[in-house]
């Protein structure tokens, strides 16, 4: 009999909860190891007493055997026969070329550079070795 069967068997869901000693309810908490065990006991407090101290105690008693097990708490799994997403080879994937402007708007861009005598794009010039 493993330590959550003999804790149901002692103190079911009912008997625990019902008082209103956090003193006796907390310990009881930390004694569980099965995620299904300490579910059961917050879905009664949820349905009867729902005090969020309570509440809060066995949702991070249920993080903590999470951590500690490297489980998945049912419900959070994925199913086994969804795919993850079709992958791509690399030989389907088509190249990204660069896109030039339009010669007719790189044109206009010079004709009003041309007409205001100043220059309406430049690229800066690169930093000299001693600048980097």
Known sequence: MSDDESLLKQLPPE??????????????????????????????????????????????????????????PPGEQEPEDEQQGDEISADDVEPVLPVSPPEELVAHIHDLEGKSGKKIASSPAPPTWDEL
């Open 15 to 72: 008997k625990l909860l019902d008082t209103r000693n956090t003193q006796v309810i907390t310990p009881a908490i930390e004694m569980m190891v099965e995620i299904e065990t300490v579910e059961r006991y917050l879905k009664h407090e949820r349905a009867n007493r729902d005090r969020a101290g309570i509440i809060s105690y066995l949702t991070e008693q249920i993080d903590a055997i999470v951590e500690e097990n490297s489980e998945i």
